[in-house]
């Protein structure tokens, strides 16, 4: 089992829905929780973070977090054609983060 | 604006010709991360310093080193370069092991 697993995609919607990415992590003890987005051919940038149970939103995003049920998800509100990335889910084990394979969200005008 | 900055941007080099890539932070953030991230693949992490103190994971060749002179900069040496090894190579800083934060990265192309 993957210690950090994520819905490879393509994940298509059309422009102005919700996106919705899943992510699952085999360590209870994680702490916290991190989404990173990443252009093709560019380096990752973190768009959210979230350490506790429940929702975090920030603009469009909003992270979702259930330990019990060791789940963590991104939504986009809105979606745009600019949002079009892979989205990384990563989960930080002492210190280190552990990723997942990564969701390509297409966003379709 | 506090950053992350990876030089060069693009490298070129010669199977089994010595390469070291550099990274630097005006964040004054205490852990640097090195990481090598190949198409459609996640960052794996080579190594990270934390303060003064390398830690290396335990699958990563022998063939990767790392140097941190200094809080600000950071360096990746490889010494023998492997077609394998032709990668985007991330940096990333965070304060204590929280949020990363990545530099722009360097692709190696070893021919």
């Known amino acids: 089992q993957k210690e950090v697993e994520q819905n490879s995609g393509p994940l298509s919607v059309p422009e102005g829905a919700i996106a919705s990415l899943n992510c699952t992590y085999s360590d209870r003890g994680s702490q916290s929780f991190f989404w990173y987005r990443q252009y093709s051919g560019k380096s990752p940038e973190l768009i959210m973070f979230i350490y506790s149970n429940g929702d975090k939103e920030d603009g469009r995003f909003t992270a979702q977090l259930n330990k019990a049920s060791q789940y963590v998800s991104l939504l986009i509100r809105d979606s745009q054609p600019s949002d079009s990335a892979t989205y990384l889910c990563?989960?930080?084990?002492?210190?280190?983060?552990?990723f997942g394979q990564g969701t390509e969200l297409s966003v379709k005008p | 604006d506090a950053m992350v900055i990876q030089n060069p941007r693009y490298q070129v080099t010669q199977f089994g010709k010595p390469v070291t890539l550099s990274c630097s932070q005006t964040?004054?953030?205490?852990?640097m991360y090195w990481y090598q991230q190949k198409s459609s693949q996640a960052p794996k992490l080579l190594f990270h310093?934390?303060?003064?103190?390398?830690?290396n994971e335990a699958d990563t060749p022998d063939n990767f080193q790392s140097r941190r002179p200094n809080t600000s900069f950071c360096f990746l040496d490889i010494r023998s370069p492997g077609l394998g090894d032709a990668a985007m190579y991330l940096c990333?800083?965070?304060?204590?092991?929280?949020?990363?934060?990545f530099g722009p990265g360097t692709r190696l192309t070893v021919l």
């Open positions: 310093y934390y303060d003064k103190d390398f830690n």
């Open positions: 990563a989960v930080n084990q002492g210190g280190k983060l552990i």
């Open positions: 990333a800083t965070s304060v204590s092991g929280n949020e990363q934060f």
């Open positions: 964040l004054n953030h205490n852990v």
